[in-house]
């Protein structure tokens, strides 16, 4: 196995872009497209360096990725969510699944409970 290939892939990245800036390729693609084909023989994409070269400065520029899920379906864990915040069965059945999921991640106690929430519903 060559050195390069045991050198990870943000670390090829980066040398491809140095490769680029010391005139060696026209663009970053072809700098990457160059290491594809003569090293990984197709075993890496171009997009995947490219990625890994991206990833790594954001890791070391401390920026994180910050993933926002919103579930499109109100689950059974969040109606019991609901539940313990004083929302009744009707009042969910209302929501919608981003405003449930609001409700939930803001901790809203239901300020203005329905007459039959403690019921058995």
Do not use: W
């Not at 050195?3 to 026209?26: H, M, P, T, V, Y």
């Not at 023989?41 to 997009?47: H, I, L």
């Not at 991206?54 to 969040?78: A, D, F, V």
């Amino acid at each position: 196995m060559s050195n390069k290939k045991k050198q990870s892939l943000a670390k090829i990245a980066e040398q491809c872009r140095i490769d680029k800036k010391n005139g060696f390729f026209k663009s970053y693609r072809d700098a990457y497209r160059s290491v594809v084909d003569s090293i990984f023989k197709n075993e890496v994409s171009a997009s995947q360096l490219e990625n890994a070269y991206y990833n790594s400065k954001r890791l070391k520029s401390g920026e994180s990725k910050k993933i926002i899920s919103i579930p499109i379906i109100i689950t059974q864990e969040m109606r019991l969510r609901l539940k313990g915040l004083k929302y009744s069965t009707e009042e969910i059945r209302h929501l919608t699944p981003k405003r449930a999921n609001e409700i939930i991640q803001n901790q809203l106690i239901n300020k203005d409970p329905s007459l039959n929430h403690g019921l058995n519903q």
